[in-house]
């Protein structure tokens, strides 16, 4: 049992406070999607169906149907998920075990691009995606999302595979394997608590994910979410309880993935691979 | 299984960066022996045994496994097996996982792959804990979890890297032993890294000293043991170690500072006297001494004595008790337990 603060109910107060406005944004989020209309924070008029139409009508005001974005959400946030986490392993466990030129200042590139604002990108980004004739496809933003990403991901794995002790690799050389099996079948199982926090951290950011797919993206096909429900906010007169269904729908599977994931987020901060 | 093969080295070198681990080192190791290769740590004899095993490349020389030269192959076309110290199995997979690894990258049929790691494990005694993960079992049985990977191939050459410094005193003994019967029954060529001297003199046919990346000396344990070929070497091998004084030798004794010890038949010259504290004794008529440290070992006392400004180790037989503080008389024994060293410190006379 970790020990608590001598005077811990006031912590807990303090904190209950600082989290206040949040809940309260939630509890809005939650009131006005179930209800007609809310005044503050009061429900007013019967529990609305009215306002989770755009699940059954194939379309609400010309959108694309809600299931495309979803399928959209999806595909891409997998993608961006499982490219990062592959290529991040392996360029993780290049950097971490292996001796190569220039190994030194392409660390420092990683941890430059980390911190470069990925915003003061998208023009050059729009015109490298028009060149390959990438621009308005998923694949597109999937790759962009993937490249601002990666910079994270390799210092995250690199400091998993730094923890491995170069015993286990030296005793899977003996044992007859090559580099290439000894990075699959014993350095990757054993950082499976980051693949696992990467894997996490990669999904639930992809979902997030909007100035990319709102630069990059223009036809209705090619929606995610986070376009389908900011186009709400581009009307003259918003329908707030429609929009509140919607990002409760957008919002649900990423709590739920928190909900399951948190284990292994919270290890990229502990940093251990206890697992 | 089958039998071990010849291992020699040639001229072997490694250098990393500035730092040269070891220095042109030639080593033979017959078929069937079992080798220490003993130093303090940081003495290059574990770089030499990764460049046996192929996960360093030496700098320069060669390795020979019988007349197959190896030191240009992957580790896993050189037919070895190896214990890590910190036995380096594999966490996330079970004991039998474990010792079927090395057949499994050999593509080797799953029936044949069970009998043969169960044939290992009963062989050493973890036949009943294979579907254990390692984390699951004591230290004795993930260190024979390691020597039944390390053994399942059947390598022609076993490589022990300090595999019992991380047992509990207890069973470090058995192991001792039974890695010793282990070895003679297969017949498989065995080194053993080890800086641990008496756990090399137990266990070795012979022993290879090393010492800021050269080997000092390559002898049976007797041999290191009453021929030491040089200061480190005698320093080094015996516990507790031999006392070395600094002085002269005067052709018909050994002079240094006040102390005074007739030898007949001398060599002459700057050196050092070598004596074991075994050899020493407290008697009348032995050369005045005052008492500093009395340290009972059990079988015997150790005791710390100053003779005229030089501190001896003297090894008594039970019983024999002086008090700390008192004055004694130690004597030396005959030339022919003393060892002679001249100023740089090699052994002066027979080897």
Same mark, same amino acid.
């Given at each position: 049992m970790p020990l608590l603060p001598k005077n811990w109910p006031l912590w807990l107060l303090v904190l209950a406070l600082i989290t206040l406005?949040?809940?309260?944004?939630?509890?809005?989020? /939650?009131?006005?999607?179930?209800?007609?209309?809310?005044?503050?924070?009061?429900?007013?008029?019967?529990?609305?169906?009215?306002?989770?139409?755009?699940?059954?009508?194939?379309?609400?005001?010309?959108?694309?149907? &809600?299931?495309?974005?979803?399928?959209?959400?999806?595909?891409?946030?997998?993608?961006?998920?499982?490219?990062?986490?592959?290529?991040?392993?392996?360029?993780? =466990?290049?950097?971490?075990?292996?001796? /190569?030129?220039?190994?030194?200042?392409?660390?420092?590139?990683?941890?430059?691009?980390?911190? /470069?604002?990925?915003?003061?990108?998208?023009?050059?980004? =729009? =015109?490298?995606?028009?060149?390959?004739?990438? /621009?308005?496809?998923?694949?597109?933003? &999937?790759?962009?999302k993937a490249s601002l990403e990666l910079p994270l991901g390799i210092w995250l794995m690199k400091g998993f595979f730094d923890q491995l002790s170069w015993d286990m690799e030296m005793a899977a050389l003996v044992d007859g394997a090559s580099r290439w099996t000894v990075f699959w079948k014993v350095a990757l199982p054993l950082v499976r608590p980051g693949i696992l926090a990467l894997g996490t951290f990669a999904l639930l950011s992809a979902w997030g994910e909007f100035i990319l797919p709102f630069t990059f993206i223009v036809s209705g096909k090619s929606w995610t979410l986070a376009l389908y429900m900011q186009s709400f906010m581009r009307e003259a007169f918003v329908d707030y309880?429609?929009?509140?269904?919607?990002?409760?729908?957008?919002?649900?599977?990423?709590?739920?993935?928190?909900?399951?994931?948190?284990?292994?987020?919270?290890?990229? =901060?502990?940093?251990?691979?206890?697992? | 299984m089958k039998r071990g093969i010849p291992v020699r080295l040639e001229g072997l070198s490694k250098r990393f960066g500035k730092v040269e681990a070891v220095k042109r080192l030639d080593l033979e190791i017959g078929a069937g022996e079992l080798v220490a290769f003993l130093g303090p740590s940081g003495c290059g004899k574990t770089t030499t045994l990764l460049m046996i095993a192929g996960i360093y490349r030496p700098t320069t020389g060669a390795v020979y496994f019988g007349d197959r030269r190896v030191d240009h192959l992957h580790p896993r076309d050189r037919d070895v097996g190896m214990v890590f110290q910190s036995y380096a199995l594999y966490p996330h997979l079970t004991l039998f996982e474990n010792i079927a690894f090395p057949l499994r990258l050999k593509r080797v049929p799953d029936a044949e792959v069970k009998e043969r790691v169960q044939k290992t494990a009963d062989l050493l005694g973890i036949g009943h804990i294979l579907e254990r993960k390692p984390a699951q079992v004591s230290g004795g049985q993930q260190q024979r979890a390691a020597l039944a990977r390390a053994l399942v191939k059947e390598p022609q050459v076993l490589l022990l890297d300090e595999p019992l410094s991380n047992l509990d005193a207890q069973i470090r003994l058995s192991a001792r032993a039974e890695i010793r019967r282990l070895q003679r029954d297969l017949g498989v060529t065995a080194i053993l890294v080890t800086h641990d001297q008496a756990e090399a003199l137990a266990m070795a046919d012979r022993v290879a000293v090393f010492s800021m990346g050269e080997l000092q000396q390559y002898d049976t344990p007797e041999v290191l043991y009453h021929r030491p070929k040089n200061t480190f070497v005698a320093g080094f091998v015996g516990s507790p170690p031999m006392n070395l004084i600094e002085g002269t030798f005067t052709g018909d004794g050994f002079r240094a500072g006040e102390l005074r010890i007739p030898i007949p038949g001398a060599p002459t010259g700057k050196g050092w006297l070598g004596v074991r504290p075994e050899h020493l004794a407290?008697?009348?008529?032995?050369?005045?001494?005052?008492?500093?440290?009395?340290?009972?070992?059990?079988?015997?006392?150790?005791?710390? @004595?100053?003779? @005229?400004?030089?501190?001896?180790?003297?090894?008594?037989?039970?019983?024999?008790?002086?008090?700390?503080?008192?004055?004694?008389?130690?004597?030396?024994?005959?030339?022919k337990e003393l060892h002679f060293f001249d100023e740089t410190g090699r052994r002066i006379g027979p080897e």
């Open positions: 406005p949040i809940g309260v944004g939630l509890l809005w989020l /939650f009131l006005t999607a179930l209800f007609d209309q809310v005044h503050g924070l009061r429900p007013v008029g019967d529990f609305s169906p009215e306002n989770w139409r755009f699940l059954t009508e194939g379309s609400v005001g010309g959108r694309p149907s &809600i299931w495309v974005a979803l399928k959209n959400s999806i595909l891409f946030a997998a993608a961006v998920a499982t490219l990062e986490v592959l290529i991040a392993s392996m360029a993780a =466990y290049a950097i971490s075990r292996m001796k /190569f030129p220039f190994r030194t200042p392409y660390l420092g590139m990683i941890l430059v691009l980390h911190a /470069f604002p990925a915003v003061s990108l998208l023009i050059a980004i =729009y =015109y490298i995606l028009r060149v390959l004739g990438l /621009f308005d496809t998923l694949i597109g933003v &999937i790759l962009v309880g429609l929009m509140a269904a919607v990002g409760l729908f957008y919002a649900a599977p990423v709590l739920l993935l928190f909900l399951l994931g948190q284990r292994y987020l919270l290890n990229i =901060y502990s940093g251990g691979v206890k697992g | 407290l008697g009348e008529g032995g050369h005045p001494a005052r008492v500093l440290v009395v340290e009972p070992l059990g079988r015997e006392v150790l005791v710390v @004595a100053e003779v @005229a400004g030089v501190r001896l180790q003297v090894l008594l037989p039970e019983g024999e008790r002086p008090e700390m503080g008192s004055e004694v008389g130690i004597v030396f024994p005959e030339p």
